[in-house]
Each structure stands twice: as C-alpha cells, then as structure tokens.
C-alpha cells in the first residue's frame, strides 16, 4: 500500500531558528510530492517537487526531493511566529488527480 | 488574488439528514475536488470531477455521497443520510490543470466544518 509518512510530528523551536521537516514515502508510480502549509483552514500550496535533487525555494523555504532514498525535506530558515502550522506532504501518483496526504508535523515558532 | 469559496463555514445537522456543502471553484478552473479532515486526522480524498462528470473518487465516497455543478460556477457536495462519523472539515479545491499536467498544487477552500448531531 502507498504510504507517506512525515517527521518530526511535531516540533517546538524558537524566532529565528532553522528547521528541517521530513517527508518519506513509499509510492509505487509515484509522479511528485507537493508541500501545503496548514493554517487554521485551508491547505496553501508552497512546493510541487517531480524530479529529484533540483531544489525549489520561496523566500525564507526551500525544499528537495530525493527520489532514490525516497524521501524530501521542507527546509524554513530564520523561522517567525507566522511561520507556525502543521505543514502536509502529499504525492500524487501516474494518471491521478487525487493528493495522498501524510499526517503533518505541527511546527510551533515561539518569540 | 483568485479564491475557492466555501459555504457555510460551519454547518451543524441531525444524523439521517441530507446536508449540501456548496463551493464556489476559481472561474476558469476545470477540476474540481472534495476533501475531508476528521479532527486530527488525515486529509482525505473523496472526489474529483473534470469534465461534468467524476474523474476518480475514494472508497470513503460511498453511495450516501453525491457532487454535481449546476449551474457552471457552483460545485457541490451532497450527503444523503448523515452519520456521526461524517463529522469532519470538507474542503473543495479546484485547479486549471489536471495533476498530470500541472507544475503547481491545486488550491483549496477555506473549508466547511460538518457536525452531525
């Protein structure tokens, strides 16, 4: 069965810190993974990563995917308060429309 | 910026009602999608629907489920008879292009939160 699973679930850090969130998977016809960060509602989309090793970055958010090891990083530098959320990971696999999520790492940045 | 609209916000029913959750896709979005959270847990795939029909949909959508887009701007989620276990956020989403296609994740509503009493 497909699977995602992400790591830490949660993590507690201080303004200013640098955190490394971890996505892997075991995807059979696996097509991409996608980053959403989760607020109070509605998932926004941050990162859709198809091919391994090429980084994709916004501002202070990067992320990479590494589709050897099967896994990917969301990397936040020089965290903020705003940066607080339950960041998802989701893949996607050949053909589909739909988004696999995984159970979320609940990030807290405190002052 | 464009915007998937969601209503209501909160909708609260008695088990064995019907309920329509209504959603407002991005004008010139052609997939159209519905999720569900139940409280901490996953979110969940149920539906998606391209093309004035359903592209693909879960094993949690289920005969008591049924979407439909009216009038070409609205898309909608029905739930025939409520259960308790049908309590949850429903989110819709929409996107221009397919997943295949796409280079950019689809975008969601704000979400609406279903309590079945």
């Known amino acids: 069965e497909d699977k995602v699973v992400q790591s830490p679930l949660s993590l507690v850090v201080h303004e200013g810190d640098t955190v490394t969130l971890n996505c892997s998977y075991e995807?059979?016809?696996?097509?991409?993974l996608l980053w959403y960060k989760q607020e109070k509602k509605a998932p926004t989309f941050l990162f859709m990563l198809t091919s391994s090793g090429i980084e994709k970055k916004s501002g202070r958010l990067s992320s990479i995917l590494d589709k050897k090891e099967l896994f990917s990083i969301l990397n936040i530098t020089a965290t903020q308060t705003g940066d607080s959320a339950v960041y998802l990971c989701?893949?996607?696999?050949?053909?589909?429309?739909?988004?696999?999520f995984g159970q979320g790492t609940r990030l807290t940045i405190n002052p | 910026e464009p915007e998937v609209t969601q209503t209501p916000s909160h909708q609260v029913t008695q088990m064995g009602q019907e309920v329509i959750l209504r959603c407002v896709p991005i004008s010139n979005h052609l997939y159209f999608y519905w999720y569900r959270q139940i409280l901490g847990q996953k979110v969940e795939f149920l539906v998606s629907f391209y093309n004035n029909e359903i592209s693909e949909k879960s094993e949690i959508f289920d005969d008591q489920f049924s979407v439909e887009r009216p009038d070409g701007s609205n898309f909608t989620l029905k739930i025939r008879s409520t259960k308790l276990e049908d309590s949850a956020m429903y989110f819709c989403?929409?996107?221009?292009?397919?997943?295949?296609?796409?280079?950019?994740?689809?975008?969601f509503g704000s979400g609406t939160r279903l309590t079945v009493v």
């Open positions: 989701a893949f996607v696999i050949q053909g589909a429309q739909k988004l696999v």
């Open positions: 995807v059979t016809n696996f097509r991409s």
């Open positions: 989403a929409s996107s221009l292009l397919g997943l295949q296609r796409a280079n950019y994740g689809y975008t």
